[in-house]
Nanobody, 123 residues
Framework: QVQLVESGGGLVQAGGSLRLSCAAS????????MGWYRQAPGKQRELVAG???????NYANSVKGRFTISSDNAKNTVYLQMNSLKSEDTAVYYC?????????????????WGQGTQVTVSS
């Protein structure tokens, strides 16, 4: 059973920092990319940051210079360091991963999502 387990959300004051972690576990052969999305109440889910297995990164304009995505390939884990948090960063943050997994003895690529972790920034 492949799953993504997130941790690190919480309540923080504006200007503060949080670090999110997401660990992929199960019968995983390889990872193409991992990333973080967020969804605020009444809004669509949006990409926050992504990282490929080769280390290439991309960020939403709204978080550039404040958030940093990184990964530990040996641990199948992706991190999101969030600094200078603003009230508009308040949302549920979801981890996403493109994984090559074992399915009845065959290798298949699937897109997986974590359960989400709440980040609340108070002003």
């Amino acid at each position: 059973q492949v799953q993504l387990v997130e941790s690190g959300g919480g309540l923080v004051q504006a200007g503060g920092s949080l670090r999110l972690s997401c660990a992929a576990s199960g019968s995983i052969f390889s990872i193409n990319a991992m990333g973080w999305y967020r969804q605020a109440p009444g809004k669509q889910r949006e990409l926050v940051a992504g990282i490929t297995s080769g280390g290439s990164t991309n960020y939403a304009n709204s978080v550039k210079g404040r958030f940093t995505i990184s990964s530990d390939n040996a641990k199948n884990t992706v991190y999101l360091q969030m600094n200078s948090l603003k009230s508009e960063d308040t949302a549920v943050y979801y981890c996403n991963a493109e994984l090559e997994v074992s399915v009845y003895g065959s290798r298949r690529w699937y897109d997986y999502w974590g359960q989400g972790t709440q980040v609340t920034v108070s002003s």
